[in-house]
């Protein structure tokens, strides 16, 4: 009979299984983690995907405030130039705007209710330095931002004037575009 470790593995078939899947299971999430902190656009769309969800809860069960004193407070607070924003309209009112952070650079957030519990959030930050992706473009009339779905919600990022904009979304795909096409043509 084998003695030491080998014994123990002799002996115990099943802990060795379990030890290998536990192992597996670590390299598959370091090979995760790693490949999302080297690719930005990763982690600022899973940032955006955490605010729209934090941002769509607390615009729930509330009436719509009036727009254009949401987008003057907007205006007030933001650290950089905003340019025309859409205001809503009655199909999807403008619900709330604050200011926010992604990944370190100042930013805002509108929020849009696009229906009953289904929501949009525009998150605009100064974008000298943005870079969108070449790939994965959704051509959208004469326009072609970035298209994603992670965690079930639609993604747009595209860069429109000086910001970075990206666009998070409880809609489906076509109803996704049509809301785009709605905030780039408010510009």
Known sequence: MASGWRGWLFLHPWKVGGLAAALAALVVAWIGTTWLAADPVSRLVSQAVAEH????HEAMHRPAP???????????????????????????????TMTAELLGKPAVALV???????????????????TIPT???????????????????QVLYWK??????????????????????????AA
């Open 66 to 96: 009036n727009p254009a004193q949401l987008l003057a407070t907007l205006r007030s607070q933001a650290q950089f130039a905003l340019g025309p924003l859409f205001p809503g309209d009655t199909e999807a009112p403008l619900m709330s």
């Open 53 to 56: 969800a934090e941002y769509a």
């Open 135 to 153: 790939e994965d473009r959704l051509q959208i009339e004469t326009f072609k931002p970035h298209h994603r779905v992670a965690s079930g919600k």
């Open 112 to 130: 849009y209710r696009n229906g009953p519990e289904r929501y949009t959030t525009l998150l605009l930050t100064p974008g000298a330095d943005a």
């Open 160 to 185: 429109q004037n000086d910001l970075a904009c990206l666009m998070v979304s409880d809609l489906d795909g076509p109803a996704t575009a049509a809301f785009f096409l709605k905030i780039r043509k």
